[in-house]
């Protein structure tokens, strides 16, 4: 059986720790110049000594363009609200949608998808800002080197004594595994825990005259 599952990358490994932040009375004009000055698409707002309160995304920001020369529809008025705004607690989206720092980069990946954002802001345990996760951050880990990750395979994969007889190469993130397995039900095993591997991108399996993708 495989020896055990792989160390976890979390999102405090790959994030971003110096955050450009803003204060809920940040006015509309100083928050264009920071998103322009940092090449950013978002900012997350502070209240208090740090807590994350809301974001103010471009989103947010292009509502009072979108109504500058149109009357709203029905089902607008909430966002046609925003177009008089001019401080950021007025534009921000609230509550915030946040990342522990311990999350791990398939948890901080799935909340982005799930609620189509570009940036996570990290808090703490108490809500205070960390630093900021984006979508090229989760990327970094497929910028490991083949040999490091060939050596975690061999590591927390393949070293269980069922698994002596196996060997692992990767090229350019593609993980393949060769060898005599006597116990061919663990080939499922075995590939999910590979792919579990931060960085690999695809899996192979070689085990005797029979290779497959996985």
């Not at 932040?21 to 090449?39: F, H, R, S, T």
């Not at 990946?109 to 802001?121: V, W």
């Not at 060769?178 to 825990?193: E, F, Q, Y």
Request: negative net charge; charged residues 25%; aromatic residues 4%.
């Amino acid at each position: 059986m495989p020896a055990g599952p792989p160390a976890r990358y979390t999102v405090s490994d790959v994030m971003t720790h110096t955050a450009v932040a803003i204060g809920e009375n940040a006015p509309y004009k100083e928050i264009v110049a920071l998103m322009d000055q940092w090449k950013v698409s978002a900012l997350p707002v502070l209240a208090g000594e740090g807590r994350v309160v809301g974001v103010v995304s471009e989103a947010d920001l292009l509502v009072k363009e979108a109504f500058r020369d149109a009357e709203p529809r029905p089902g607008q008025f909430a966002a046609a609200a925003k177009a008089g705004a001019v401080r950021a607690g007025e534009l921000m989206s609230s509550p915030a949608v946040t990342v522990r720092a311990d999350a791990t980069l398939a948890e901080a990946a799935r909340i982005m998808a799930q609620r189509r954002l570009k940036r996570l802001p990290v808090v703490d345990e108490i809500g205070l800002l960390e630093g900021v996760c984006s979508r090229s951050d989760l990327l970094k880990v497929f910028l490991r080197e083949d040999a490091e990750i060939a050596a975690e395979i061999r590591r927390t994969v393949l070293a269980s004594n069922a698994l002596t007889g196996l060997t692992v190469t990767v090229d350019e993130g593609v993980a393949t595994v060769r060898g005599g397995l006597a116990d061919r039900s663990l080939v499922p095993l075995i590939a999910r825990a590979v792919r579990a591997v931060e960085g690999v991108v695809d899996v192979h399996v070689d085990f005797g005259a029979h290779e497959s993708a996985v």
